[in-house]
């Protein structure tokens, strides 16, 4: 069964190591489809936050909930069928451009391929390649841009048509046309799932149900855009800096 996407860390506490503490008493609640940006510091603790909403660590103290349920409790496919990941840098391996697409769901379909590639913006680039979906890439996918591989990143995504989906954006600049088709392809996948996004773009994160501010493990704000600016703390700091 997959879960609905309702998430809640209730006074989370987690280090890595024993004796060092790097997130302190977080709470955080995610209705179904809500989009939650976290922003602040590097070092601050938003990867770590993440590694927590994918169970990749036991946490010291408190509660992680997916639809009322303690996550330790959940069964680990379950877990796994439920989140999506775009990280930073997409891995691509050795193969052709559907197979990279298809890892996201090992069974679909030549139609379903094609459908999440549409949906990701990839479709165009992809009929231009020589060999359209049968082309080979090369394992670290030296021969697309960085943009074309965030397409089959979000196409990956796609496919698999998670609940809960987890974003790192890039920081590294591509050129704004390569952007604003990056970014339509994201806002449809985003689409009816709840998001977590560790956000650098400014639209991403003034578009977010809720921002969340992080400073050194701990959420020292969080609101709508709005509210944050209105309260004229860090992140109006940040956002006017
Ligand atoms: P992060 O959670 O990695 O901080 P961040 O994601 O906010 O930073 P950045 O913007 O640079 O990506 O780190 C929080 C603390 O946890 C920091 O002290 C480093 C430490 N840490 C580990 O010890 N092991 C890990 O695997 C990670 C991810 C972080
Ligand atoms: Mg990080």
Do not use: C, W
Request: charge should be neutral; aromatic fraction near 6%; glycine fraction near 10%.
């Amino acid at each position: 069964t997959r879960v609905l996407g309702d998430v809640v860390f209730e006074n989370v506490d987690f280090g890595y190591t024993e004796g060092k503490i790097v997130l302190h008493d977080v709470a955080l609640y995610a209705k179904p489809g809500q989009k939650i940006a976290f922003v602040g510091s590097t070092g601050a603790g938003k990867t770590t936050i993440t590694n927590l909403i994918n169970r990749f660590y036991p946490i010291m103290d408190g509660k992680i909930r997916y639809d009322g349920i303690n996550i330790n409790k959940i069964h680990k496919s379950d877990l796994r069928q439920s989140l999506g990941i775009v990280l930073q840098d997409t891995h691509l391996f050795t193969g052709t451009v559907a197979e990279n697409i298809r890892y996201g769901k090992l069974d679909a379909t030549d139609e379903e391929v094609i459908k999440a590639a549409k949906l990701a913006n990839a479709d165009g680039f992809i009929q231009h390649l020589p060999e359209g979906y049968n082309s080979i890439l090369t394992g670290d996918g030296g021969s697309l841009s960085q943009g074309q591989r965030q397409l089959l990143a979000i196409a990956r995504a796609a496919i698999a048509n998670p609940p809960v989906l987890i974003l790192d954006e890039a920081t590294s600049s591509i050129d704004t046309r390569t952007e604003a088709i990056v970014q339509q392809g994201m806002d449809r996948l985003m689409e009816g799932r709840t998001v977590f996004v560790i956000a650098h773009r400014l639209s991403t994160v003034k578009n977010s149900d809720v921002i969340m501010v992080l400073e050194q493990g701990r959420i020292i704000e969080k609101g709508s855009h709005n509210d944050l600016i209105m309260q004229k703390g860090k992140y109006y700091q940040l956002y006017t800096g």
